[in-house]
């Protein structure tokens, strides 16, 4: 448990709205979830409604229209593209503010399952995946116990605002990611293809990248563990908006314009992937930011520069497994804890990921 961290306690009897899509992953979500998830539910007293998505933004629109008054807790139970899909529908409620108190629950259905993990791990669990990962997801579900998690706010040049709660990519991480969605009938195996189908036409990205980092550099190396942020640190700036309006991004100016003097402009431009992550795992078999927490005020921004040969990147992927990867001081591979970035592609080349799911190449910052 995080110094701070403060707990609820999902309510006895409880009424959770479960968000199911049953094409995730391998495309046993509701089998899964009936014979694994369901008896355990209804040994904990609660009472599930399934809810069966039949479309991309399904859920968007279900967590943007419901009235969320009949349930205690939303649970997802599919990969981390249908949690970014609830999440972002909450966030364009007009009662968005109340309606994000709502306790969710992710349970692994899907390829990655990256939060599922993350979660997994915080929980002082051994390294698990697939049916067992499901199973300890779901005794953390009839446990009840909740606690917050941060978001990190996207602002793209088109003018989209998202928020997200895994992670945002650029190059190869999300070449892999998205090049291999193909393959989704493989589950896990897919990332694994995909990583060696990517390191064959290994690929240089050109543009430039900022960031505000969390302390001075004088204060500790980039691989110290980031202590806890709590909001209360983060000042909002005077006038926030009329009521209901979304947070103000209070850490960023407008993308037309310089980043602020106290920012770090990266001296290189050529990248193969960058890599802004805000949870411990990128998959269930990928432990990327070994120190990373579910509220510590943190962007765990890893970017590797031009120039690693091949067998050095696969080094790395290999070593993700066990969160070991900064431990071979690859000079390529950089690591450091953020409040905030910027990333200007120099032309819109590459795919662009936001907790899994592609976006348009173009400058953005969170």
Same mark, same amino acid.
């Given at each position: 448990?995080?110094?701070?961290?403060?707990?609820?306690?999902?309510?006895?009897?409880?009424?959770?709205?479960?968000?199911?899509?049953? +094409?995730?992953?391998?495309?046993?979500?509701?089998?899964?979830?009936?014979?694994?998830?369901?008896? &355990?539910?209804?040994?904990?007293?609660?009472?599930?409604?399934?809810?069966?998505? =039949?479309?991309?933004?399904?859920?968007?629109?279900?967590?943007?229209? =419901?009235?969320?008054?009949?349930?205690?807790?939303?649970?997802?139970?599919?990969?981390? #593209?249908?949690?970014?899909?609830?999440?972002? #529908?909450? &966030?364009?409620?007009?009662?968005?503010?109340?309606?994000?108190?709502?306790?969710?629950?992710?349970?692994?259905?899907?390829?990655? @399952?990256?939060?599922?993990?993350?979660?997994?791990?915080?929980?002082?669990?051994?390294?698990?995946?697939?049916?067992?990962?499901?199973?300890?997801?779901?005794?953390?579900?009839?446990?009840?116990?909740?606690? +917050?998690?941060?978001?990190?706010?996207?602002?793209?040049?088109?003018?989209?605002?998202?928020?997200?709660?895994?992670?945002?990519?650029?190059?190869?991480?999300?070449?892999?990611?998205?090049?291999?969605?193909?393959?989704?009938?493989?589950? @896990?195996?897919?990332?694994?293809?995909?990583?060696?189908?990517?390191?064959?036409?290994?690929?240089?990205?050109?543009?430039?990248?900022?960031?505000?980092?969390?302390?001075?550099?004088?204060? #500790?190396?980039?691989?110290?563990?980031?202590?806890?942020?709590?909001?209360?640190?983060?000042?909002?700036?005077?006038?926030?908006?009329?009521?209901?309006?979304?947070?103000?991004?209070?850490?960023?100016?407008?993308?037309?314009?310089?980043?602020?003097?106290?920012?770090?402009?990266?001296?290189?431009?050529?990248?193969?992937?960058?890599?802004?992550?805000?949870?411990?795992?990128?998959?269930? @078999?990928?432990?990327?930011?070994?120190?990373?927490?579910?509220?510590?005020?943190?962007?765990?921004?890893?970017?590797?520069?031009?120039?690693?040969?091949?067998?050095?990147?696969?080094?790395?992927?290999?070593?993700?497994?066990?969160?070991?990867?900064?431990?071979? @001081?690859?000079?390529?591979?950089?690591?450091?804890?953020?409040?905030?970035?910027?990333?200007?592609?120099?032309?819109?080349?590459?795919? &662009?990921?936001?907790?899994? =799911?592609?976006?348009?190449?173009?400058?953005? +910052?969170?």
């Amino acid at each position: 448990l995080s110094p701070g961290d403060s707990y609820g306690v999902l309510p006895r009897p409880c009424r959770a709205l479960v968000l199911l899509n049953p +094409q995730s992953g391998a495309g046993r979500a509701l089998e899964d979830f009936q014979a694994v998830v369901q008896p &355990m539910l209804a040994e904990a007293d609660i009472a599930a409604t399934v809810f069966v998505t =039949e479309r991309p933004h399904h859920a968007h629109e279900k967590a943007r229209d =419901e009235d969320l008054s009949q349930w205690d807790t939303l649970v997802v139970m599919s990969g981390d #593209g249908l949690l970014y899909e609830v999440v972002n #529908g909450l &966030m364009e409620r007009p009662d968005w503010e109340e309606a994000m108190k709502k306790p969710l629950c992710i349970l692994p259905g899907g390829s990655g @399952n990256a939060l599922a993990a993350s979660i997994n791990y915080y929980a002082g669990n051994d390294h698990v995946a697939k049916k067992k990962l499901l199973t300890n997801c779901s005794f953390i579900l009839c446990k009840g116990l909740h606690t +917050q998690m941060d978001l990190v706010s996207l602002s793209t040049a088109s003018g989209k605002r998202l928020f997200s709660f895994l992670g945002f990519g650029w190059g190869f991480i999300s070449d892999v990611d998205i090049d291999s969605e193909k393959c989704r009938w493989l589950g @896990n195996a897919r990332f694994t293809l995909g990583t060696l189908q990517c390191l064959a036409k290994l690929r240089v990205y050109q543009g430039r990248l900022s960031y505000l980092p969390l302390v001075p550099a004088a204060q #500790g190396t980039p691989q110290d563990p980031p202590e806890p942020v709590p909001n209360s640190h983060i000042p909002l700036p005077a006038g926030t908006g009329a009521p209901g309006s979304l947070p103000p991004d209070s850490l960023l100016v407008p993308l037309g314009q310089p980043v602020p003097a106290h920012w770090t402009v990266v001296p290189e431009e050529e990248f193969v992937t960058v890599y802004a992550i805000y949870q411990s795992h990128l998959g269930t @078999n990928l432990l990327m930011a070994p120190a990373a927490r579910l509220h510590d005020g943190c962007i765990h921004l890893f970017y590797l520069k031009a120039g690693i040969s091949r067998t050095a990147l696969l080094r790395i992927f290999l070593a993700m497994a066990r969160g070991t990867h900064l431990d071979l @001081n690859c000079p390529h591979l950089c690591y450091v804890p953020v409040r905030a970035f910027r990333l200007e592609p120099r032309t819109a080349a590459g795919i &662009m990921t936001v907790d899994g =799911e592609a976006l348009a190449c173009e400058p953005v +910052q969170g």
